[in-house]
């Protein structure tokens, strides 16, 4: 398996601006989660789904912040319109449940560097 | 809310030296406690993880240990290697059957292994 895939793996832009960062699973994988990573405030959860299901939202930062999941094999988080502030690396990360077959065992995918100027 | 506290935020070994990571946790209901390794630039990878119903793990020179009572788990690496340079990372969650709740994250530790 190619593991967990995000895109674009860095991206600039201006304030203001539409972002859209977008994941793809590993396959099979029945949860989904998006951190965001800065010095700061180290690694926080945003949202994670189960089964395509938006299951916790309590850490995305404002209604800037949206995630969807279509389908089991692909996630999109957006941030409209962007803020310097939200610049940071942005990983998702995937895990199939013990109900799967699996063990709690989450994988991340390599990350988007995200700068807002 | 679940809290995790990390200490410490930084650790200089000397190559072959043994090296221990601690963390604790606040919520009693926590049962998962995963460690990861995030070497510069790079994504966060599991190592080593742990459940409640044990109170030891080890995988080669790698060994957590967890103690419910006190709310609190810990890495022990030895005989470290440069290789091992890395932020170091733990997590607490709570899953119960084929639920699955979210990791939250300690700070980081960033290990460094002197040769």
Redesign the interface.
């Known amino acids: 398996d190619a593991g967990v895939i995000q895109s674009p793996r860095h991206e600039v832009t201006e304030m203001g601006q539409e972002v859209t960062l977008r994941c793809k699973p590993i396959s099979g994988h029945d949860y989904l989660f998006w951190y965001r990573q800065t010095m700061m405030r180290g690694l926080e959860l945003l949202i994670y789904f189960n089964n395509n299901v938006p299951i916790d939202d309590s850490g995305m930062p404002e209604d800037r912040f949206s995630a969807k999941m279509p389908n089991a094999s692909f996630s999109t988080l957006k941030i409209q319109p962007s803020e310097p502030r939200d610049s940071a690396v942005y990983f998702c990360a995937s895990s199939l449940s013990r109900g799967g077959g699996g063990g709690y065992e989450q994988y991340f995918g390599p990350g988007t560097r995200l700068t807002v100027t | 809310g679940e809290n995790v506290e990390q200490h410490p935020s930084t650790l200089s070994v000397q190559e072959g030296d043994s090296a221990v990571i601690k963390c604790t946790y606040s919520d009693s209901a926590s049962n998962?406690f995963?460690w990861?390794k995030q070497e510069l630039g790079?994504?966060?990878?599991?190592i080593i993880?742990i459940r409640s119903n044990v109170g030891e793990k080890k995988d080669q020179r790698i060994a957590v240990t967890l103690n419910k009572t006190a709310k609190h788990f810990s890495l022990h690496i030895t005989e470290t290697q440069p290789e091992d340079s890395a932020v170091y990372?733990c997590a607490a969650?709570m899953?119960y059957?084929?639920?699955?709740g979210?990791?939250?994250?300690?700070?980081?530790t960033k290990l460094s292994v002197k040769p």
Do not use: C, M, V
């Open positions: 998962y995963p990861y790079k994504r966060p990878q599991l993880d990372f969650s899953n059957g084929g639920s699955q979210n990791l939250i994250f300690g700070k980081g």
